[in-house]
């Protein structure tokens, strides 16, 4: 795989036609995976000797912030640097210059700054249903499976099982078993199709870890904040409400409130990431779990500008529906309010309506136009639908289940005007993490039954 990552590299150098393997804007470990196994598989098949390009849908940059994906380029031994990112190669002059040839996987639109590719798609490969409206008119094959990545190994294993080595069916192995959540029964992610691939996989490299190891180390990785900056903690898992010209970021960070508040140049790093992205307040919901295996959340509410940040803390405070239960906690700064949350069912998801709340609120009180910018000025019945779909009225918003009765499937690519409705929604962490808080507390509850 690395030579291989090589040559692409090199083709890049050249002038000459192209045909790029393009995963999703959300850079997950399928997406991730899915592009570089597809593109090996088809540059190895190729009759003509072209060479398939696999591009990561991002900028180099933005790496870190996924966590699993860097510890399983490092567990099976693929150098960051050989690797090609949306950043290091222009695909809109390419197709302007007519080398372009794109084939999708694990996604099927384009964003709307990506509309004009849509002429150079030749095939698309995804696992979601399909949206007949945005999709390219091009031989598209989807199927209902909890991975994408398994049906690049149905692909490879039907097509030319021979050009599968370990490193590779390592990269589908493990991509599988995150995404089908160790394709637990109990569960109910993995399909049958799944299942099988998984078990093909084992059947020719006996050598692969066990499931439960590498499920549980993705698990950790995709948890694991420890190396990341300020900034990049905020950006990993982050959501943006607005009216007007107001915006207001909420970041879910895994970590205690209290070692996170101890971080070095904190506040001059969240004054200086408000001010790039033009974030007039930023929510913190930090999430962990104790020693007794018990979820935490606090929040934080930074804010310079007092009369909107005492609105905000004001409206969460006093919140009823849902009831945050908050306590606040000693602060590091006036422009900083810290809380224990005592109700920890209310996930982030179910915060966005307060915030908008906030908001509206705020507009109220300095007599502001009511005009609506993104879904802050719905009614609380509007905004709880708009915030069910992925548009592009909010900023970085992720489809994850409010209550999910199962771990939700990673979404389709981040696209502005197309919600997927009908699509299974994002692996994200703190879907994750609200499956595991509910088995904690149901497990809780028959430890100590009622005294009834």
């Given at each position: 795989?690395e030579?291989y990552l090589?040559?692409?590299?090199?083709?890049l150098q050249?002038?000459?036609?192209l045909h790029v393997v393009?995963?999703?804007e959300?850079?997950?470990?399928d997406?991730?995976?899915s592009?570089?196994a597809l593109?090996?598989?088809?540059?190895k098949?190729s009759e003509?000797?072209?060479?398939?390009?696999p591009?990561?849908?991002?900028n180099?940059?933005e790496?870190p912030?996924?966590g699993?994906n860097?510890f399983f380029?490092?567990?099976v031994?693929i150098?960051?640097p050989?690797?090609?990112?949306?950043?290091e190669?222009?695909l809109?002059?390419?197709?302007?210059?007519g080398?372009?040839?794109l084939?999708l996987v694990?996604?099927h639109?384009?964003?709307?700054s990506?509309a004009?590719l849509e002429e150079a798609?030749a095939e698309?490969?995804?696992h979601?249903p399909?949206?007949q409206?945005y999709c390219?008119?091009?031989?598209?094959s989807?199927?209902h499976?909890?991975?994408c990545?398994?049906?690049?190994a149905?692909?490879?294993l039907?097509?030319?099982?021979e050009?599968?080595?370990r490193q590779?069916?390592f990269?589908?192995?493990?991509t599988?078993?995150?995404?089908?959540?160790n394709?637990?029964?109990?569960?109910?992610?993995?399909t049958l199709?799944d299942s099988?691939y998984?078990?093909k996989l084992e059947?020719?490299?006996?050598?692969?870890?066990q499931?439960e190891?590498?499920?549980?180390s993705?698990?950790k990785?995709k948890f694991?904040v420890s190396?990341?900056?300020?900034e990049q903690m905020?950006?990993?898992d982050?959501k943006t409400?607005c009216?007007?010209?107001?915006k207001?970021a909420?970041?879910?960070?895994?970590?205690d409130?209290e070692?996170f508040?101890?971080?070095?140049?904190?506040?001059?790093d969240l004054?200086?990431f408000?001010?790039?992205?033009?974030?007039?307040?930023?929510?913190a919901m930090?999430i962990?779990f104790?020693?007794?295996?018990e979820p935490v959340?606090q929040?934080?509410v930074f804010?310079?500008?007092?009369?909107l940040?005492?609105?905000i803390?004001?409206?969460?405070?006093?919140?009823?529906?849902?009831?945050l239960?908050?306590?606040?906690?000693p602060?590091?700064?006036p422009d900083?309010q810290?809380y224990?949350?005592g109700n920890?069912q209310?996930?982030?998801?179910?915060?966005?309506?307060?915030?908008?709340e906030?908001l509206?609120?705020?507009f109220?009180?300095t007599k502001m136009?009511?005009g609506?910018?993104?879904?802050?000025?719905?009614?609380?019945?509007q905004g709880?639908?708009?915030?069910d779909?992925a548009g592009s009225?909010?900023?970085g918003?992720?489809?994850?289940?409010e209550?999910?009765?199962l771990?939700?499937t990673?979404?389709n690519?981040?696209?502005?005007?197309?919600?997927l409705?009908q699509?299974?929604?994002?692996?994200?962490?703190?879907?994750?993490?609200?499956?595991?808080?509910q088995?904690?507390?149901?497990?809780s509850?028959?430890a100590?039954?009622?005294?009834?």
């Open positions: 795989m030579d090589q040559d692409c590299r090199a083709a050249e002038s000459r036609p393009l995963g999703n959300a850079c997950d470990l997406s991730m995976v592009a570089l593109a090996f598989y088809l540059t098949t003509s000797g072209e060479i398939f390009i591009v990561l849908n991002i180099r940059s790496l912030l996924r699993d860097v380029l490092q567990k031994r150098p960051e050989v690797l090609i990112f949306r950043d190669i222009d809109h002059a390419l197709h302007q210059a080398q372009l040839t084939t694990d996604h639109v384009l964003p709307k990506d004009a798609v698309v490969l995804d979601r399909i949206e409206k390219p008119p091009c031989h598209v989807v199927e499976v909890g991975s990545a398994t049906l690049v149905e692909r490879i039907q097509g030319a099982p050009i599968l080595d590779t069916a990269l589908l192995y493990g599988i078993i995150l995404d089908c959540v394709m637990d029964a109990k569960v109910g992610k993995a199709k099988k998984v078990e059947a020719l490299f006996p050598d692969l870890p499931r190891d590498i499920f549980d993705l698990q990785a694991d190396g990341l900056t300020t905020l950006r990993k982050q409400v009216r007007q010209d107001t207001v909420i970041s879910a960070v895994y970590m409130l070692a508040l101890q971080r070095l140049d904190l506040l001059e004054s200086a408000c001010h790039e992205h033009s974030y007039d307040a930023l929510v930090t962990f104790n020693t007794h295996n959340r929040l934080a804010c310079p500008h007092s009369a940040r005492m609105t803390c004001g409206v969460l405070e006093q919140s009823t529906s849902p009831p239960k908050l306590t606040p906690i602060s590091i700064s900083l810290a224990l949350q920890t209310v996930s982030r998801k179910k915060l966005l309506p307060v915030l908008q906030a509206s609120a705020y109220d009180s136009p009511s609506q910018l993104g879904v802050v000025g719905m009614s609380r019945e709880d639908k708009e915030l779909r009225s909010i900023f918003l992720s489809q994850d289940e209550d999910p009765p771990p939700p990673p979404m690519s981040l696209v502005d005007e197309c919600p409705d699509g299974l929604p994002k692996l994200s962490a703190e879907a994750v993490f609200e499956k595991c808080s088995i904690s507390l149901s497990q509850t028959r100590c039954p009622s005294n009834k």
